[in-house]
Nanobody, 123 residues
Framework: QVQLVESGGGLVQAGGSLRLSCAASGRTFSTYTMGWFRQAPGKEREFVAG????????YYADSVKGRFTISRDNNKNTVYLQVNSVKPEDTAVYYC????????????????WGQGTQVTVSS
């Protein structure tokens, strides 16, 4: 069992930056693939970024590539999402998720989810 708690969301102006954090409970954090997803009002949850269990592989949605960076610190049981050059279309609730499987972009593959943190970008 893994419990995930996101933090770091808030209101930011377009072009600004945020760092989202996701703290995980449990001693097996380092064995999980981790992902960040987001969901805007009226839209489906979409993949944003993912990182393999050791951090050696990362994947990004095309819409955030070059602006967002995912990283993890297995000693701190935490995964991060550095969000730079934000745009109004980045406004959404951001969720972190943990999967026992290999890195994937599909929400159904992920076994555990946090409660989400709101990111609102003003133009």
């Amino acid at each position: 069992q893994v419990q995930l708690v996101e933090s770091g969301g808030g209101l930011v102006q377009a072009g600004g930056s945020l760092r989202l954090s996701c703290a995980a409970s449990g001693r097996t954090f380092s064995t999980y693939t981790m992902g960040w997803f987001r969901q805007a009002p009226g839209k489906e949850r979409e993949f944003v970024a993912g990182i393999s269990w050791a951090g050696g592989s990362t994947y990004y949605a095309d819409s955030v590539k070059g602006r967002f960076t995912i990283s993890r610190d297995n000693n701190k049981n935490t995964v991060y999402l550095q969000v730079n050059s934000v745009k109004p279309e980045d406004t959404a609730v951001y969720y972190c998720a943990a999967a026992r499987s290999v890195l994937a972009r599909t929400p159904a593959v992920y076994d555990y989810w946090g409660q989400g943190t709101q990111v609102t970008v003003s133009s």
